[in-house]
């Protein structure tokens, strides 16, 4: 496992939706997305963060959209899927996999901000190609199977003054 040092190169990906249901069903509150990128970043070089969401046409979303962008990520904006029988999906587990499998050849560290366990085979991918990964979000609502696989994780609910609004 490498340590952190100012020259590493970080990118940041949040996975918008797991990250507000976890914040919402454990502490009622949102995510402060500013002291999230904060402490993921380190004081290292940021090369890229970017925060996947979900549009479900609520009237706030646009407003959430440009705040993360004032914050300074980029947003990749999935609209969600109603099928026929009435269930709605969304997710961006192949979307994060893709761009973190592209940037792993342009940064030293991937922070991955989610707690599900889909991720976990592609944290020992990057970590088998040299780069470290760190993974934040709640202890408790995380895969067992992503806190073992990343080189660090760090529990939001441990600084929920920090992290949560």
């Given at each position: 496992?490498?340590?952190?040092?100012?020259?590493?190169?970080v990118a940041v990906l949040a996975d918008a939706q797991n990250l507000y249901h976890s914040a919402q069903s454990l502490h009622s509150q949102n995510i402060d997305y500013a002291a999230l990128?904060?402490?993921?970043?380190?004081?290292?070089?940021?090369?890229?963060?970017?925060?996947?969401?979900?549009?479900?046409?609520?009237?706030?979303?646009?407003?959430?959209?440009?705040?993360?962008?004032?914050?300074?990520?980029?947003?990749?904006?999935?609209?969600?899927?109603?099928?026929?029988?009435?269930?709605?999906?969304?997710?961006?587990?192949?979307?994060?996999?893709?761009?973190?499998?592209?940037?792993?050849?342009?940064?030293?560290?991937?922070?991955?901000?989610?707690?599900?366990?889909?991720?976990?085979?592609?944290?020992?991918?990057?970590?088998?190609?040299?780069?470290?990964?760190?993974?934040?979000?709640?202890?408790?609502?995380?895969?067992?199977?992503?806190?073992?696989?990343?080189?660090?994780?760090?529990?939001?609910?441990?600084?929920?003054?920090?992290?949560?609004?």
């Amino acid at each position: 496992m490498t340590s952190i040092h100012p020259g590493q190169r970080v990118a940041v990906l949040a996975d918008a939706q797991n990250l507000y249901h976890s914040a919402q069903s454990l502490h009622s509150q949102n995510i402060d997305y500013a002291a999230l990128l904060s402490k993921a970043v380190q004081d290292r070089i940021l090369t890229r963060a970017i925060a996947y969401v979900i549009r479900a046409d609520s009237p706030e979303e646009e407003t959430f959209f440009e705040a993360l962008s004032d914050i300074g990520f980029e947003t990749k904006i999935k609209d969600i899927k109603t099928f026929q029988d009435g269930t709605k999906k969304a997710d961006w587990d192949v979307g994060m996999s893709l761009d973190a499998v592209t940037l792993a050849d342009h940064v030293d560290t991937v922070v991955l901000c989610t707690g599900d366990g889909d991720f976990s085979r592609l944290v020992s991918h990057l970590r088998h190609e040299g780069v470290r990964v760190e993974v934040m979000a709640f202890d408790s609502s995380t895969a067992e199977e992503l806190k073992d696989a990343a080189d660090t994780f760090i529990d939001l609910g441990d600084r929920t003054e920090t992290f949560l609004l």
